[in-house]
């Protein structure tokens, strides 16, 4: 688990969960919500690059296909095998098992750009801001 | 014209909107741009109609063929256009409604499966315009799959899927082409083995534009070493004698459908065939569609995996195509059912025989040899004593179509004719041709 509270936020619904350089990436509980049964995720290759707030992941519910945007901006490490071929992780444990990708951070001062636990909570309140 | 509505029709709908006239609504419409005169001849009766479109259609000359190139006459059973031209099949666009379109979309179904079994591969798309579209497709996904920007095409590509490659992909210029040569009928192995590096894809037609077989084991080794996509275009109507793209590890394999059942009609509507391994499934173009189970449990048909599709996914859905060849694509669905593996394995069987008796007899004329000496199908380049064509335009006289000159495509081929024998050609046919080619050469 990578515990809400620990997280930093986009506007868009990442979380990124920062450790040594790294940061494990995955959507929101709010967003999992939104988007409702997801059905496929297309992940980053290992080295690609991300880049803060772009695009770097796909995904796709029965209905509507949803950009994943990267929370940091660096070039992947990992991507979650185990999501691609199970996307309901990510409805069923967006913080756990339904992570997307670990980005190994190019400029970890780009967190400061991200909302913390608490905004997040205060930003989701007002509808009219996603 | 005929129009259903009566004057009174007309009256109440001018009422319910609340015009007095039809002169009224046309009112914001400026006087300048309604006086247009359509300069028409008066209308016909249906009788004088029908003879006129009889007079026309005797302006069609009927020539005895042997040109392919793309394009191919086959013999179309009578089955084929019975069961096609039901109404129940004549249906103007694709069906989005699973609940009042379940026999065109199990129709559509079956057709995914034919091409699945036909190509040995595993997905099938619901079909696209034709031939060089679903190459330009094919292609695409393989820049998207790979996100490498280089494409690998043989010389011996048909010229008019290389210009409709670049009626796609010029405005990209990040997109390259790289040509590999084909001066022996089939792709350099040595050219192909450098070209292929960092590519995306690299293209293999099957038979290729000299109507030439491939070595596609090497092809696919190469673009697998090199790692890219291995894309195949094949003629469907070789596969009961030619090996199916998924044998060779193609990862695209396309083909224009036309062969299968279709008329010439002078270019269309033609049939594109698309299909992939599973694990580019999400990358086909265009509409797929599913089986699956109603709320009761019972079988049923649905367009699926549309996420993948403009309508969804906007400037990132993996094609702007969102369409099919409803009607061709049955017609070929068809074709294959009433043939089925045997009858399209004779049907593959009496192509090579034509195109080889042909073949054989045209290159003991004096002056004529065939030009490479690798496999091929069901069409091969004859080199011929003189230019290919004025030749070509001497047999026209005779009612013959003797083939393709292909001077355009290569001036160094100045000499050379592109001949396809189908199975609709006869022993007597093939030496009419080859009486014709006797006497004008020596002319």
Redesign the interface.
């Known amino acids: 688990m990578y515990k809400p509270e620990n997280c930093k936020y986009t506007k868009t619904h990442e979380w990124a969960f920062a450790e040594g350089g790294v940061a494990v990436a995955g959507i929101t509980d709010f967003a999992q919500h939104e988007i409702s049964d997801i059905v496929f995720v297309e992940l980053p290759k290992i080295g690609a690059k991300t880049e803060q707030n772009k695009r770097c992941a796909v995904i796709e519910s029965v209905k509507a296909a949803s950009d994943f945007n990267a929370p940091v901006s660096g070039e992947v490490a990992a991507a979650n095998d185990a999501l691609s071929a199970n996307p309901a992780l990510a409805n069923q444990s967006p913080h756990g098992d339904g992570w997307f990708c670990k980005i190994k951070m190019s400029n970890p001062g780009e967190l400061d750009n991200l909302m913390d636990y608490a905004a997040y909570q205060e930003f989701i309140k007002q509808p009219a801001q996603h | 014209m005929y129009t259903p509505h009566t004057d009174r029709d007309r009256e109440e709908m001018l009422k319910a909107i609340g015009v007095s006239s039809f002169e009224e609504l046309l009112r914001q419409i400026p006087q300048e741009l309604r006086k247009s005169k359509f300069n028409l001849p008066p209308a016909l009766t249906e009788p004088e109609l029908a003879a006129h479109a009889a007079e026309l259609a005797a302006k069609n000359s009927r020539l005895l063929n042997f040109a392919g190139g793309g394009a191919y006459e086959h013999y179309i059973p009578a089955a084929v256009r019975a069961l096609v031209s039901r109404g129940e099949f004549v249906t103007a666009y694709t069906p989005y409604q699973a609940e009042a379109s379940q026999g065109t979309l199990q129709a559509i179904y079956e057709y995914q499966s034919t091409v699945c079994a036909l190509f040995e591969m595993d997905a099938s798309n619901a079909s696209l315009y034709d031939g060089a579209t679903a190459l330009a497709e094919a292609v695409n996904a393989a820049l998207r799959i790979t996100?490498k920007t280089k494409v690998v095409l043989p010389q011996a590509l048909n010229p008019q899927y290389k210009r409709t490659l670049q009626t796609y992909f010029a405005p990209n210029s990040a997109v390259s082409f790289a040509e590999v040569s084909c001066k022996t009928g089939v792709q350099d192995v040595a050219a192909l083995e450098t070209a292929a590096q960092d590519a995306a894809c690299v293209v293999l037609a099957n038979p290729n534009y000299f109507g030439c077989l491939e070595d596609a084991d090497e092809v696919a080794r190469i673009a697998k070493a090199a790692g890219a996509l291995l894309v195949a275009a094949v003629n469907p109507a070789s596969l009961g004698a030619v090996r199916a793209p998924g044998g060779y590890n193609a990862d695209i394999a396309v083909a224009e459908g036309q062969p299968l059942g279709l008329a010439l009609g002078y270019g269309g509507p033609y049939l594109g065939m698309f299909a992939c391994k599973k694990e580019h499934l999400?990358h086909i173009p265009g509409r797929i569609c599913g089986i699956t189970k109603d709320l009761d449990g019972k079988r049923a048909f649905v367009l699926t995996l549309?996420?993948?599709e403009q309508h969804?996914?906007r400037e990132?859905a993996a094609s702007n195509i969102c369409s099919n060849e409803a009607l061709c694509a049955l017609t070929a669905t068809v074709y294959c059912a009433l043939l089925g593996p045997a009858g399209m394995r004779e049907l593959a069987e009496l192509n090579l025989e034509a195109a080889h008796s042909a073949a054989d007899k045209i290159a003991a004329l004096k002056g004529f040899k065939i030009k490479f000496g690798k496999p091929y199908f069901n069409e091969f380049v004859v080199e011929c004593p003189g230019d290919a064509a004025k030749l070509r335009d001497a047999l026209l006289q005779d009612g013959i179509l003797a083939g393709i000159p292909l001077g355009d495509m290569d001036p160094s081929l100045k000499n050379c004719l592109l001949v396809c024998a189908t199975e609709t050609r006869t022993p007597a046919d093939i030496d009419a041709l080859v009486a014709a080619l006797r006497k004008h050469a020596n002319a």
């Open positions: 996100g999400r549309q996420a993948r969804i996914r990132k």
